[in-house]
């Protein structure tokens, strides 16, 4: 069973940064690795996600800039380094794997497909 595991999320001010990390098991190596996020009462939409190699990135327009996305495959580790971070960033944050069934749980984003997804780990910003 694929399982991916974010851990560092937590409460910050405004302005202040963060840096989330997520595991993934060795066979996903080689797969786009996103993140995505939600706040309460919206829906899921994609903030980053790059290729198995790191040569090609993609972000959402209201992260550029303050976000980067980055990977270790020898670690197996994603990461998103979150700076200059906004009460409008407050959200769940999820890491995704493309790949995986294609059903209710895929989300098109950012050139790739992503059905494995973790559980999350909350980002809370105050101002």
């Known amino acids: 069973q694929v399982q991916l595991v974010e851990s560092g999320g937590g409460a910050v001010q405004a302005g202040g940064s963060l840096k989330l990390s997520c595991v993934f098991p060795s066979i996903l190596r080689g797969s786009v690795m996103g993140w995505f996020r939600q706040a309460p009462g919206k829906g899921r939409e994609g903030v980053a996600d790059m290729w198995a190699r790191g040569d090609r990135t993609y972000y959402a327009d209201a992260v550029k800039g303050r976000f980067t996305i980055s990977r270790d495959n020898a670690k197996n580790t994603v990461y998103l380094e979150m700076n200059i971070l906004k009460p409008e960033d407050t959200a769940m944050y999820y890491c995704?794997?493309?790949?995986?069934?294609?059903?209710?749980?895929?989300?098109?984003?950012?050139?790739?497909?992503?059905?494995?997804w973790g559980q999350g780990t909350q980002v809370t910003v105050s101002s």
């Open positions: 995704a794997a493309a790949g995986g069934p294609d059903g209710p749980a895929s989300t098109y984003w950012g050139g790739a497909r992503f059905g494995y």
